[in-house]
């Protein structure tokens, strides 16, 4: 329900990347004003923007996964495109307040075509890196390490490794791949215990892709005493 509320934000935050996007592209490459080039443009960003919509509509089928897929993916560089846009307005509105009185030459270059280009080509830079490096990272799983010194004695006990994996969020952008990779990891830590800290499913359980096998999976997780986990706010449709 909370997303029916949000979607305008939402439709509002697409139409202010498409803006600044398109402003910097015309400038730039005056003959993307013409008519013919600006609606294809416009219409494959709005099936971009409503691919969220369209995904949450469709019945669990592999369209419907695939469509999930990519709306994750979609609205991950959404963020990253908000934050390096405003950014950038933000500096060069800063930059022209500081060149108000100032020289003239210097503000006429920022606010150019050329310049227009420059910042441009910087935000894409910056958006398709953040993005690419969010997309490694999310498919690649890291193990940090804590040590942490509680006074308390335990006889025949002077250290305790505990593994804690938290927010799995199962389902059509996390899988099998990803849980396998976990599982390796975990067991070649050789730990006392793990602790799975919540919001194992991502809401819809019937997004798992195969879940006897991601049972399967997880349930090779290797402790000296035992795997405990919790439910968490993700995970109360799925009791």
């Not at 400038?27 to 923007?49: D, F, G, Q, V």
């Not at 420059?118 to 490694?136: D, E, M, R, Y």
């Not at 809401?203 to 798992?208: F, G, K």
Request: with cysteine; net charge neutral; hydrophobic share 45%.
């Amino acid at each position: 329900m909370i997303a029916v509320y949000l979607s305008p934000i939402y439709l509002l935050l697409c139409a202010y990347v498409f803006y600044r996007m398109q402003t910097w592209l015309e400038r730039c490459l005056p003959y993307l004003k013409r008519k013919r080039i600006r609606i294809p443009i416009a219409s494959l960003y709005l099936c971009t923007a409503f691919s969220i919509l369209a995904a949450f509509l469709l019945k669990p089928s592999p369209a419907k996964r695939l469509l999930k897929q990519f709306s994750n993916t979609w609205l991950g560089v959404l963020l990253y495109a908000l934050l390096v846009i405003l950014m950038a307005d933000l500096l060069r509105l800063g930059v022209k307040r500081l060149l108000s009185g100032g020289n003239s030459r210097w503000k006429e270059r920022l606010f150019s075509r050329r310049g227009h280009g420059i910042i441009g080509l910087g935000c894409i830079l910056c958006v398709g890196g953040l993005s690419l490096a969010g997309i490694v990272s999310a498919d690649h799983i890291s193990v940090t390490n804590y040590e942490l010194s509680v006074d308390k004695e335990v006889p025949g006990l002077d250290e305790l490794k505990i593994i804690l994996a938290a927010d799995l969020h199962l389902g059509y952008s996390i899988g099998i791949w990803h849980m396998e990779q976990m599982v390796d990891l975990i067991n070649q830590e050789d730990a006392d215990i793990v602790v799975i800290a919540g919001d194992i499913f991502d809401n819809e359980y019937e997004a798992l892709e195969d879940p006897e096998l991601l049972a399967e999976v997880l349930g090779g997780i290797q402790s000296r005493y035992g795997v405990y986990a919790c439910y968490g706010n993700h995970d109360i449709k799925e009791k």
